[in-house]
Nanobody, 114 residues
Framework: QVQVEQSGGGLVQAGGSLRLSCVAS????????TSWYRQGPGRQRWLVAV???????NYADSVKGRFTISRDNTQNTVYLQMNSLKPEDTAVYYC????????WGQGTQVTVSS
C-alpha cells in the first residue's frame, strides 16, 4: 500500500523561507514523477514544481528562481525549498506521486504574511 506523507509548512513573513517534505512508503520515488501542487482559497489546484525519475525538474513561472524541488533517494523523500516567499504563495501545498496511479499527500498549509 502506497502512502504519501507531508511535513513542513507553517507561517512565515514575506521574504522568508520554508521547506516542505514528502515521504513515501510502498513506492520508490526515483521511479516516479513527483510534484508539488498548491491550492489557494477559492482557487483551483495547480502545479508548482515537478521532478522526474531521472532528476529533471520543472517549475511554474511564478516560482522559478525562488523554489527548488529535490529528491533524496536514500530517504525516499522529495523536498520543496521555498525562498523569498511572497503573500501570494499562501496556499495549501500538496505532494503528488505518479506512476501507474496517482497518490496525494494530505496537504500542508503555507501562510506568508506581508
Amino acid at each position: 500500500q502506497v502512502q504519501v506523507e507531508q511535513s513542513g509548512g507553517g507561517l512565515v513573513q514575506a521574504g522568508g523561507s520554508l521547506r516542505l517534505s514528502c515521504v513515501a512508503s510502498g513506492i520508490i520515488l526515483s521511479t516516479t514523477v513527483t510534484s508539488w501542487y498548491r491550492q489557494g482559497p477559492g482557487r483551483q489546484r495547480w502545479l508548482v514544481a515537478v521532478i522526474n525519475g531521472d532528476g529533471r525538474t520543472n517549475y511554474a513561472d511564478s516560482v522559478k528562481g525562488r523554489f527548488t524541488i529535490s529528491r533524496d533517494n536514500t530517504q525516499n523523500t522529495v523536498y520543496l525549498q521555498m525562498n523569498s516567499l511572497k503573500p501570494e504563495d499562501t496556499a495549501v501545498y500538496y505532494c503528488n506521486v505518479l506512476d501507474q496511479s496517482s497518490y496525494w499527500g494530505q496537504g500542508t498549509q503555507v501562510t506568508v504574511s506581508s
